[in-house]
């Protein structure tokens, strides 16, 4: 039996095509695997705090040494990452927003990329300090464009800093199986959109069948 952690950062509701995928995606899953349960995050309509000074300083406080107001400053990131570590399957649904992500959706990255919780720095080793804490988790990512063309060699394939960008942060603190669902053209012909969306539901279902 496995835990799933879906989130979505599309502030739109229906009209959203990555909400929408996640959802059938989800749905799916659950239809194969009816014991597995799952947690449910919408960072897109209810998002989640900024870093800010106390949160930093929090942070970088060894545990033994917080004051109350510390614990308090982390207390959000600690509920988000203590979501994330329970989760073996992760179920996000990210827009395309100027070339990257979301803002809401960095906001999340922020939280979760903490010092002690989700990666450590081993000092001893000058050559690779960093140490991913998570591992063996599953990330499915359902992204959604306007345009199309941004894979590698592409004709936007330089401008993509979304899929590029989500692979670096979350292989940091250790979750490197991401694979990646893109609907395509939601600025473009009816046609084209309708075809990418095809081409997102066919992969899906074999996703969730393997
Ligand atoms: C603020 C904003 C920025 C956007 N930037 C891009 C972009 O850089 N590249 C792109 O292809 N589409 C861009 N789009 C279009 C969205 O990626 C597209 O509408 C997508 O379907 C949104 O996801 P959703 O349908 O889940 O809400 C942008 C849309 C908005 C509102």
Redesign the pocket.
């Known amino acids: 039996m496995a835990h799933l952690l879906h989130i979505d950062s599309?502030?739109?509701g229906d009209?959203?095509?990555?909400?929408r995928m996640t959802r059938e995606f989800v749905a799916a899953w659950q239809q194969t695997h009816p014991n597995d349960t799952v947690t449910y995050r919408d960072v897109g309509r209810q998002p989640v705090p900024h870093v800010d000074e106390p949160w930093i300083a929090a942070a970088y406080t060894p545990d033994d040494q917080r004051t109350p107001e510390l614990w308090e400053a982390i207390r959000v990131s600690d509920q988000l990452i203590d979501e994330l570590i329970a989760a073996d399957v992760l179920v996000v649904?990210v827009?395309?927003?100027?070339?990257?992500v979301p803002s809401t959706f960095k906001a999340y990255i922020d939280q979760i990329v903490r010092l002690g919780r989700t990666f450590a720095i081993d000092y001893e080793n000058e050559a690779d300090p960093y140490k991913p804490l998570l591992h063996g988790k599953k990330m499915f990512v359902i992204t959604?464009?306007?345009?199309?063309g941004?894979g590698p060699g592409e004709r936007y394939g330089h401008?993509n800093h979304q899929d590029p960008y989500l692979r670096v942060a979350f292989g940091f603190i250790g979750i490197t199986d991401i694979t990646f669902v893109h609907?395509?053209n939601?600025?473009h012909s009816s046609e084209s959109l309708a075809a990418s969306i095809a081409a997102a539901q066919a992969q899906v279902a074999e996703l969730v069948a393997a």
């Open positions: 599309s502030p739109r009209r959203s095509h990555s909400r649904g827009p395309m927003y100027n070339f990257s959604a464009r306007g345009a199309s941004f401008m609907i395509e939601d600025e």
